[in-house]
């Protein structure tokens, strides 16, 4: 018998264990998905063409590989077995790694049933810990008991710190016998600063776009109705396996330095600061889930110092020489460093401050996804039903934070995890956005967005939803911004203003949060801060907040902020 492996568009990795067990490799490329909402041109452009490619280097590496286009998995289907004579004939033994989407294996394994072939899920490669690993870490309610009560109550919480110290423990990474190395789990009180101002970050790689990829980009063009940016001239992430490789090379050699430092700070115009920018990759399997974080753990091996030890905004001493490390660009292989241009060391903090995002965050935020859908996805325990303003799709506002953040969206199809959380979600937070639409929109608009990254991302961190994943909202002043970036000094809005015309739109959105939520809120025991600020204030001072929070909605709403 032949058996095939169908990978979906999101297990793009020639390197799986699996393929090397069958005669023959499937993929669809299906585009109902793209035909019902308009998706950022970039997001379609790089799954198709990473498919593409994926196809063409699997042919190159020997493997036997049938692709297909169509409209819908089923149709291709369809045609895979008409291909080989019809299900009787063909009896194909097909696998399929279990998807990453809820409910999305048990679909397939209906298609194919429907047409009489069987089906096997088989484990999915492309994450670093399995079900029955986050099971034996977490307990979770067994039988008939969902995780979420209806009104998105969470039967029980889970802490990311607590897995990922189990997990850092069970993998062995960054430790030192039983101790995690530096004597920390967690050195992010020396990852908040801004950098300075004449700091500028190394500048990230480039894939220009090959034919391959220009074609596949005027195809969806012309094919889809799409979102964002639709030309191809700031399109260049990695779309091969290759690329990718170098993509994680690059961001190890010169951003990882300054990745802990400024990881949470936000500079106008600069979109992507020291950040890695490997999620398109990995979520897309170009990158196995081990590599990077494999990877800065042996950068810090080489190149590590003491947390903090080195400040990349210092301008001098710029390299290990200045540390008395070993010089490390005489073990880059890749030649394009000149001799003796040594590479900047790599503090403990930012080497931590990576790992516990993709081994940390990374495998927890699937794992209560899986746990907590269905409900996750509609989860809205501070029932916020207002549509999203018309300035998350046209970028059209005042407001420099919210300009910037969604100005990189409809540019790149990307933003970084702080205006992501601190801007994004929380201008939504406080102005009263349904979760779901709001998934909905990160979905369509970021390159790496995939269900089950964005829900529990959005719905539960950024939206609130439930309280599986934290015990209190993200919910931030105007003051965040001010302290970890340079938007405010350029916004027309005055930070240092909650009431009034021309006061920061988020003070007064904030404080009128807290007051509407104050029932489900005050309680959780963490916001007693901010509660005790919610009691200073007197009638007059309410008046004025309930004020200002009504017109910013409103003109939010109209698209005049
Ligand atoms: P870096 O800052 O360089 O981080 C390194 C890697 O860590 C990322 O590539 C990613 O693989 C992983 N990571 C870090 N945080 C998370 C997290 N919370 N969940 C999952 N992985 C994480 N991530 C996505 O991959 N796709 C999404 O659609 C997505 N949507 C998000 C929406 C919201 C509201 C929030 C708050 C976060 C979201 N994230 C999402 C998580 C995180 O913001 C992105 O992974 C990160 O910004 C990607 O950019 P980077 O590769 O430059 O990340």
């Not at 169908?6 to 297990?11: A, I, K, R, V």
Request: charged share 30%.
């Amino acid at each position: 018998d032949r058996s095939t492996l169908w990978l979906l568009g999101d297990q793009l990795n020639p390197t799986l264990d699996a393929l090397d067990e069958v005669d023959e490799v499937l993929l669809i490329e299906a585009h109902g998905f793209a035909d019902r909402r308009p998706y950022h041109a970039h997001k379609l452009t790089l799954v198709f063409a990473a498919m593409r490619h994926f196809r063409d280097d699997l042919r190159d590496r020997g493997h036997d590989v049938t692709y297909l286009e169509a409209a819908s998995f089923g149709d291709g289907l369809d045609a895979f077995l008409a291909g080989r004579g019809g299900t009787e004939a063909a009896d194909p033994d097909l696998r399929v790694m279990r998807p990453a989407s809820h409910g999305a294996g048990e679909r397939l394994r209906a298609l194919a049933g429907e047409r009489g072939a069987s089906l096997t899920l088989i484990d999915n490669e492309l994450f670093w810990t399995t079900p029955d690993d986050w099971r034996e870490w977490a307990d979770p309610p067994r039988g008939d008991e969902p995780l979420l009560g209806e009104d998105g109550a969470a039967a029980r919480r889970y802490r990311q710190e607590g897995w990922y110290r189990h997990v850092r423990r069970e993998t062995g990474v960054l430790m030192d016998g039983d101790e995690p190395v530096g004597g920390e789990w967690n050195f992010d009180d020396r990852n908040r600063e801004t950098p300075p101002v004449d700091w500028s970050p190394p500048s990230p790689p480039r894939y220009e776009p090959d034919d391959l990829t220009r074609e596949t980009h005027a195809w969806v063009r012309d094919r889809f109705d799409t979102w964002g940016d639709d030309g191809l001239e700031e399109f260049a992430w990695p779309v091969t396996r290759a690329e990718a490789l170098d993509a994680l090379d690059d961001f190890v050699r010169d951003r990882l330095p300054s990745f802990g430092r400024y990881q949470d700070a936000m500079v106008t115009g600069e979109p992507f600061l020291s950040h890695s920018l490997l999620s398109p990759a990995i979520n897309l399997g170009l990158l196995g889930p081990r590599e990077p974080v494999l990877a800065v753990e042996a950068a810090y091996a080489d190149r590590g110092v003491e947390p903090g030890a080195y400040d990349p905004g210092r301008g001098d001493a710029t390299t290990l020489d200045a540390f008395g490390g070993s010089d490390a660009s005489e073990s880059d292989a890749d030649g394009e460093r000149a001799p003796g241009d040594a590479l900047a060391p790599v503090p403990l903090n930012a080497a931590e401050g990576f790992v516990r995002q993709v081994l940390g965050w990374r495998e927890f935020v699937r794992h209560v996804y899986r746990e907590a859908m269905p409900r996750l996805a509609g989860a809205n325990r501070l029932d916020q039903q207002r549509e999203l303003p018309p300035a998350y799709w046209d970028g059209d506002t005042e407001m420099t934070c919210l300009s910037e953040a969604v100005g990189h969206v409809r540019e790149f199809g990307y933003a970084h995890h702080i205006e992501r959380l601190m801007v994004l979600s929380n201008f939504a937070l406080l102005y009263g956005a349904d979760p779901a639409e709001l998934n909905e929109w990160f979905h369509l608009g970021f390159v790496d967005a995939y269900h089950w990254v964005t829900t529990p991302n959005v719905v539960a961190m950024g939206s609130f939803g439930t309280d599986v994943l934290s015990s209190k909202p993200y919910a931030a002043s105007g003051n965040y911004v001010n302290r970890m970036s340079d938007h405010c000094a350029s916004c027309p809005y005055a930070v240092s203003r909650t009431t009034g015309e021309g006061a920061c739109p988020l003070n007064a959105l904030y404080w009128d949060f807290l007051r509407e939520h104050e029932e489900t809120l005050r309680g959780t025991g963490r916001m007693g801060l901010a509660y005790s600020h919610v009691d200073d204030k007197d009638d007059a001072e309410w008046t004025a907040i309930r004020e200002r929070a009504e017109d910013v909605r409103e003109q939010a709403r109209d698209g005049a902020l």
